[in-house]
């Protein structure tokens, strides 16, 4: 298997929003978070409806996200569609907002 190659672009990010900063814009809900460790752009995962973190790969093709609802520390590229090592955690803005 081929090593991820995108590990470059893996910065110190300040995530952009407590929650899917479109969903949060639309009022929609999500199931998990992930955040570009390229921007700092928090999105919603792939189970989410409207997967907001896989349509801020493809604008913008910044590759590497961290799970971030809940921090656990994982890395995923999406160019390789692989799980990567992160250099550190990136730490939460505050209180994710919930809507149950
Ligand atoms: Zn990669
Ligand atoms: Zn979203
Ligand atoms: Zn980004």
Redesign the pocket.
């Known amino acids: 298997m081929k090593a991820c190659a995108h590990s470059g672009s893996i910065k110190t990010v300040t995530p952009s929003a407590r929650g899917c900063e479109e969903c949060l814009k639309s009022g929609s809900t999500w199931v998990h978070l992930r955040i570009?460790r390229?921007?700092?752009?928090v999105g919603c995962c792939d189970d989410s409806p409207h997967k907001h973190a896989r349509a801020?790969f493809r604008a913008?093709q910044?590759p590497i996200i961290e799970g971030y609802d809940p921090p656990e520390g994982w890395g995923w590229c999406y160019v390789d569609d692989k799980e990567v090592d992160l250099p550190d955690q990136t730490p939460q803005l505050g209180p994710i907002p919930r809507y149950a």
């Open positions: 570009c390229a921007c700092g752009h801020h913008t910044h």
